[in-house]
């Protein structure tokens, strides 16, 4: 009984210690942590929400839309989502599942009768799953869309020239196009297209009412983020680049606002205001496990977090983090980033969005938020700091490399022509034309809707420099034929026959 007492006294004592220590506040650590987060790391704007048990427990706005202007951030500020737009359009498959429109594992050629791969196995054997999980055996192939006016149908008629990079569900290549394909079949089993669906299906009843699923619906919005990067070492607003050709794989604008009712509604598995939008078993396929991710093509944070597994769902990577499984995925676009993170069994999500390139700040304020309301409250690891030298050394790295690549450069050489001799067009029925004019006493070059210089770079090799320096630069090499005159011109690994000879 002694023995007893005592215990129950010091539990007392304990217990009344405890109790007059004052509650660790999440809500103020995260505020303090993000906003010098977005000092740390040179942020312009950004905005956080974050969903626990059925509520928005946190949201706030950082920083200022546009850099030399006072307009500040808000919860209602607009930006590019960019690939979380993906898991809507899994969502917006998902309805016409439920409605008997369409199956996951129907040939796509159901629903788009003129898809063609090159392989025609793939033709017929691809289904439509495959274009929900990066399986489909295709290389990226970003360059269908990225600074080109191709429309969704002229990329996805370019498809049957693309080589397959591994056989069809051995391996995972991130794709886009894929997903341009998965907005194709739901427009054509609804009878509406893939923008229409998503805002009356999506947006509506989820009462989104300030996203929009394209930037040319953005451009007329009144609160509205501008994107930015890094320059000569100088952060600048920069032109956004348009994913209207591939819509459905990351066109969508939102705000933290409107993203934590597309969180609450994930978390709610497919409800809103007691109202069922998708099926039980239709919302469980959507983050069923269905691909294995390869080390390759998954996050360099995966070396900090070491996840045990990391798989791919119907538009959600996956991965173990602190004994819970973990939904989320990234949004990337010229000078906006975002990122989702969810864990489902606590009810917890966390949305971010930010308008400078690649600020990966977003994923150290992703840890903080499972550290801080997961299913063991802690104050975790210092993810932002630990982070910056991660992102740092691959930057490192990826200097280092450019510098030895430059350093193979042969001086002191020539073109064999006068530089009049290499304008023309050269063109492939893959990627299109590349075009090549005289300018002053240089040569300039049009890709798609992409413009640069070309710079002598060694023998007939030049160095492209874009006009959207932020793009970076690119090496062009002209061959030529048994004439002596330019016959093809390689770049980027691709080459391209001159197309208007004898004109």
Sequence with gaps: MLRKAALLASFTLTSTVLAQKPAADPVRELDAYAAQGVKDWGAVGLAIAVVKDGRVVFEKGYGVRELGKPDLVDTTTLFAIGSTTKA????????????????????????????????????????????LTHRAGMPNADYLWYGTNNSTAEILRRVRYIDAAYSPRSSFIYQNVMYAAAGQVVAAASGMPWDEFVRTRIFTPLHMTGSVPLLSKAATMPNVASPHDRIDDTMRVIRNASVDGVASAGAVWSS????????????????????????????????????MVTASEFYPTARLTHPHWTTYALGWFQQDYN???????????????????????????????????????????????????????????????????????????????????????????????????????????????????TAGDGLRLTVGTLEGSLEHWQYDTFRIRWDNRWQGTGLLTFILGTDGAPSRVEMGGQTFARSDRGQ
């Design 323 to 437: 004994g819970r499984a973990v939904d989320f995925h990234t949004g990337s676009i010229d000078g906006m980033v975002a990122i989702i993170g969810l864990i489902p069994d606590e009810r917890l999500g966390v949305y971010v969005l930010a308008n400078a390139d690649h600020v990966e700040l977003r994923h150290a304020l992703m840890l903080k938020v499972f550290d801080l309301w997961g299913p063991t409250p802690s104050k975790g690891r210092d993810w932002s700091r630990e982070l910056r030298t991660l992102y740092g050394d691959i930057a490192t790295k990826a200097t280092l490399a450019a510098k030895a690549e430059e350093a193979k450069r042969v001086t002191g050489t020539k073109p064999t022509l006068p530089l009049a001799r290499y304008a023309g067009v050269y063109t492939d029925s893959l990627y299109g034309d590349v075009a090549v004019t």
């Design 256 to 291: 933290v606002a409107d993203m934590a009712k597309w969180m609450r509604f994930i978390l709610d598995s497919g409800r809103v205001d007691g109202k069922r939008l998708l099926k039980p078993e239709t919302f469980a396929e959507l983050l069923k496990p269905q691909t």
């Design 88 to 131: 809507m359009t899994s969502a917006a498959l998902g309805m016409l599942v439920d409605e008997g429109k369409v199956r996951w594992d129907d040939p796509v050629t159901n629903y788009l009768p003129g898809f063609q791969f090159k392989d025609p196995w793939a033709t017929r054997e691809i289904k439509v799953r495959d274009l």
